[in-house]
Nanobody, 116 residues
Framework: QVQLVESGGGLVQPGGSLRLSCSAS????????MGWYRQAPGKQRELVAR???????SYVDFVKGRFTLSRVNAKNKVYLQMNSLKPEDTAVYYC??????????WGQGTQVTVSS
């Protein structure tokens, strides 16, 4: 059974930075892609960024230029570096892994709060 564990969330002031980590129980190389989603109170969960097994990344417009997604296969980890954070980035951030069979796995989420 695949398990994903997020860490690195917290409280940060506007303009600050955080780095989220997602640790997988198995080899992330086997996943078709991995990504980060977020869900703010009262809103639907939305995609933030994805990275394929080949290392190609894609970002939604509202984080382009501020967030960077990377993966370290040897450590079975995916990172989301978040810079220039804004109050509207406040949400629970979830790690997601998509297998080659189309099965989707989720972590438990980590809270990110951007506030002065």
């Amino acid at each position: 059974q695949v398990q994903l564990v997020e860490s690195g969330g917290g409280l940060v002031q506007p303009g600050g930075s955080l780095r989220l980590s997602c640790s997988a129980s198995g080899s992330i190389f086997n996943f078709l892609s991995m990504g980060w989603y977020r869900q703010a109170p009262g809103k639907q969960r939305e995609l933030v960024a994805r990275i394929t097994s080949g290392g190609s990344t894609s970002y939604v417009d509202f984080v382009k230029g501020r967030f960077t997604l990377s993966r370290v296969n040897a450590k079975n980890k995916v990172y989301l570096q978040m810079n220039s954070l804004k109050p509207e980035d406040t949400a629970v951030y979830y790690c997601n892994a998509l297998s080659g069979t189309g099965r989707s796995y989720w972590g438990q989420g980590t809270q990110v709060t951007v506030s002065s």
